[in-house]
Structure formats: structure tokens, C-alpha cells
T-cell receptor, first 112, second 112 residues
Framework: GEDVEQSLFLSVREGDSSVINCTYT??????LYWYKQEPGAGLQLLTY?????DMKQDQRLTVLLNKKDKHLSLRIADTQTGDSAIYFC????????????FGTGTRLLVSP | NAGVTQTPKFQVLKTGQSMTLQCAQD?????MYWYRQDPGMGLRLIYY???????DKGEVPNGYNVSRLNKREFSLRLESAAPSQTSVYFC???????????FGQGTRLTVV
């Protein structure tokens, strides 16, 4: 079955790097995603990585994928107070549409 | 450019009442989804519609029905609301591009 796990909480200081981790169990997952949810809002797609990639960088965001260990991480460089939110990782299999399985979410708190 | 629009944003129901959550997307996406979000459990898929004219059960379909009214609209119905259905409900849509699932702003439903 599919299961995606994340730690519940992370606290960092402004300017530091944040690393949010995720593990998944479904080896058939083809795409892995990071979503951001601000208070009272929907989910915003931050980035995604295809399962045959090891790393993807997009401005302050770096995604690392260790497919052998089924471990995904999101690094946010120079974390800002505006990055405070809940971050969800999600996986989907190679189907014609995106049936996403989400982790429980990591609440990131950035203090000045 | 509205994206995914859900109505209502907030609703309080009494146990046993029925209601329909409405969702519409203006991005010409083929697939639409209903998720519920509960504290500590991430988002779980209730129902989805891979394409116009089809609907399928997700992870937690009991107590819900859906209608894919046309390509734009996908509604979620609670026939007899129960307190266990107190949650935040998100509608989403996607097309074949793996990175393009878009979420609505959510409906916060309380069943008393």
C-alpha cells in the first residue's frame, strides 16, 4: 500500500536553511511533489521531481531524492518568515492523471 | 483567471442534514478531485473523476457521492452529515502534465 510520512514540526531562524524530510513506501511512485499551504489557504505546488532524477533545484528550493531509501527532502535556502507554512510531500504513480497520496505535513515555523 | 473555485467557504450543518459542495475549474482540465484534510492526517482522496463522464472512489468515499456535471464542474454531496465529516474539503483539478494539479481554497465544514 501507499504510505507517506513526514515529521510534524520544524523550527528555524530567519536566514538559516530548512530541510524538510519525507519517506514513502510505494516503489512504483513516479512523481514526487512538494506543496505549501499557508493558513486558511489551499495548496500551492512548489516543485516536483520525476523518480529517475536525483536532484532538482529551483531558486531557493532544492529537492533531493534517494530512490533506494525512498527518501525525499526539500531544502529551503535563506529561509524567510514568509516561508512559515505547512509543507506536504505527495506521490503519484504513472497514471494518466494525478491521484496524489499526501504525507501528514510538516509545519515550518521561521522566527526572526 | 479564477483557477479552481469552491463554494461555500464555510458551512455548519446539523447531524443528518444534507448539502452539496460545488467546485468549478476554468483551466479546461480533464481530471478533478475531492480531498478532505484532517489534523495530523494530511489530505485524503474522497472521489475523483479522471475525465468527463467518469467518477471513481478514492481512499475515504463512505458517506459521500459525487457528480461530474460537465468538464468544468465536480460536486460533492453529503446525504446525511455526521460529526466525523467535520473537515476541510478541497477540490482540485489537473491535466496530463504531471506538475499541474491546482487546488481550490477549501470549504471548512462543521457538523454538530
Amino acid at each position: 500500500g501507499e504510505d507517506v510520512e513526514q515529521s510534524l514540526f520544524l523550527s528555524v531562524r530567519e536566514g538559516d536553511s530548512s530541510v524538510i524530510n519525507c519517506t514513502y513506501t510505494d516503489s512504483s511512485s513516479t512523481y514526487l511533489y512538494w506543496y505549501k499551504q499557508e493558513p486558511g489557504a489551499g495548496l500551492q505546488l512548489l516543485t516536483y521531481i520525476f523518480s529517475n532524477m536525483d536532484m532538482k533545484q529551483d531558486q531557493r528550493l532544492t529537492v533531493l531524492l534517494n530512490k533506494k531509501d525512498k527518501h525525499l527532502s526539500l531544502r529551503i535556502a535563506d529561509t524567510q518568515t514568509g516561508d512559515s507554512a505547512i509543507y506536504f510531500c505527495a506521490e503519484s504513480m504513472n497514471t494518466g492523471f494525478q491521484k496524489l497520496v499526501f504525507g501528514t505535513g510538516t509545519r515550518l515555523l521561521v522566527s526572526p | 483567471n479564477a483557477g479552481v473555485t469552491q463554494t461555500p467557504k464555510f458551512q455548519v450543518l446539523k447531524t443528518g442534514q444534507s448539502m452539496t459542495l460545488q467546485c468549478a475549474q476554468d483551466m479546461n482540465h480533464n481530471s478533478m478531485y475531492w480531498y478532505r484534510q484532517d489534523p495530523g492526517m494530511g489530505l485524503r482522496l474522497i472521489y475523483y473523476s479522471a475525465s468527463e463522464g467518469t467518477t471513481d472512489k478514492g481512499e475515504v468515499p463512505n458517506g459521500y457521492n459525487v457528480s461530474r456535471l460537465n468538464k468544468r464542474e465536480f460536486s460533492l454531496r453529503l446525504e446525511s452529515a455526521a460529526p466525523s465529516q467535520t473537515s476541510v474539503y478541497f477540490c482540485a483539478s489537473s491535466d496530463r502534465d504531471r506538475g499541474s494539479t491546482f487546488f481550490g481554497q477549501g470549504t471548512r465544514l462543521t457538523v454538530v
